[in-house]
């Protein structure tokens, strides 16, 4: 049994996300706890999370459980209305640089956009084009913002 299965296995199930933050866990073991768990997974949850996987790095080798989290986030992305979780989420893709990430996430919050979004959230999406697809054709994306401002 792989560490993070033996200690999250011996945990009542409302604290294994609080312990796997806590836990001085790999990238990957990160990823198997949150693909893994079966409890609600919120945009707290998500960003948690993500905040975690910055800190330890190497995201690139942990797998097809990113993927796991990945629908997971887009699922809390698909049920929350705040602007601003939307923002923040979009933030940790771009710092953890997973631009098939970001660009999934991006409908979601060219959605929001109307909901009281702020220059310096535009200039987020823009900073995440730039970093993540900078040989990208990203005009429709661009007028809507600057329509939009």
């Given at each position: 049994m792989n560490r993070s299965r033996l200690i999250f296995s011996r945990l009542p199930s409302k604290s294994v996300f609080a312990?796997?933050?806590?836990?001085?866990?790999?990238?990957?073991?990160?990823?198997?706890?949150?693909?893994?768990?079966?409890?609600t997974f919120?945009?707290?949850?998500?960003?948690?999370?993500?905040?975690?996987?910055?800190?330890?790095g190497n995201v690139k080798k942990a797998g097809p459980h990113y993927a796991a989290l990945t629908d997971r986030v887009i699922s809390c992305l698909e049920t929350t209305q705040d602007a601003a979780t939307t923002r923040l989420l979009l933030t940790r893709f771009i710092e953890l640089k997973c631009a098939n990430t970001f660009m999934r996430v991006l409908p979601f919050y060219c959605k929001r956009m109307d909901e009281g979004m702020t220059v310096g959230d535009h200039v987020t999406v823009i900073w995440g084009l730039a970093v993540l697809h900078p040989k990208g054709d990203h005009r429709a994306v661009l007028d809507e913002l600057v329509r939009r401002l």
């Open positions: 312990t796997a933050l806590a836990a001085p866990l790999s990238a990957r073991e990160i990823l198997e706890v949150a693909a893994n768990s079966k409890l919120t945009a707290t949850d998500a960003d948690l999370f993500l905040r975690k996987l910055i800190r330890a």
